[in-house]
């Protein structure tokens, strides 16, 4: 049996390390070797590739960690589906909106965009299905990379409904039956802790 098999957050953490260790200094690098370490071991809803095209995977991989060429990251376990064609323009809109609040020209809020893109269309919180090791990881990598989306989270609600929130309101679609978040029976769906 392998050590992945046995324990895979210390296979998880190995990965990481070596990932970091090849790490370019970029702001980015530690979220993305996350990723890459959690996806490797089976962890996270991402698929293939962190959900980007590979030539595009390859770029970031040459961006973030030059060098790491080592096969359980490049490969990893193919478990999660790419995304389904009926929810590509969701997936679309879920990058569209994240750009318009990048904080720059670098090519790795593109990547994260479309990184965060795919975990969305998962089914646990949006942290998990990304592969981080927690919700303050992913809090950083939004204030980051989306710094002008991330201020609007104004009352922490939880990322994914948030952004979906955010997607409604841009089409006039207004779901919540409430006045106020304040006031909503849903309040913990939507706030509450995230285990």
């Not at 991402?46 to 490049?74: C, D, K």
């Amino acid at each position: 049996m392998s050590a992945t098999a046995l324990d895979p957050a210390r296979a998880a953490g190995r990965i990481y390390a070596r990932l970091m260790a090849r790490a370019a200094g970029r702001g980015n690098d530690a979220a993305f070797a996350s990723m890459i370490a959690s996806r490797a071991v089976g962890a996270g809803a991402l698929p293939p590739g962190l959900g980007l095209e590979p030539a595009a995977f390859r770029w970031l991989m040459r961006h973030h960690f030059p060098g790491a060429t080592f096969r359980e990251v490049l490969s990893g376990p193919s478990h999660a589906p790419s995304v389904p064609e009926a929810r590509q323009e969701e997936r679309d809109e879920l990058v569209r909106l994240m750009l318009m609040h990048k904080a720059g020209d670098a090519p790795s809020e593109v990547w994260m965009a479309h990184v965060v893109a795919a975990g969305c269309l998962a089914s646990d919180h949006l942290w998990q299905d990304l592969g981080l090791w927690g919700r303050g990881d992913l809090t950083a990598l939004m204030q980051r990379n989306f710094p002008s989306l991330a201020r609007r989270n104004v009352n922490d609600m939880k990322w994914k409904r948030f952004l979906y929130k955010q997607l409604c309101e841009a089409e006039g679609i207004y779901t919540c039956r409430a006045p106020s978040c304040e006031v909503c029976v849903d309040y913990h769906a939507c706030f509450g802790p995230e285990r």
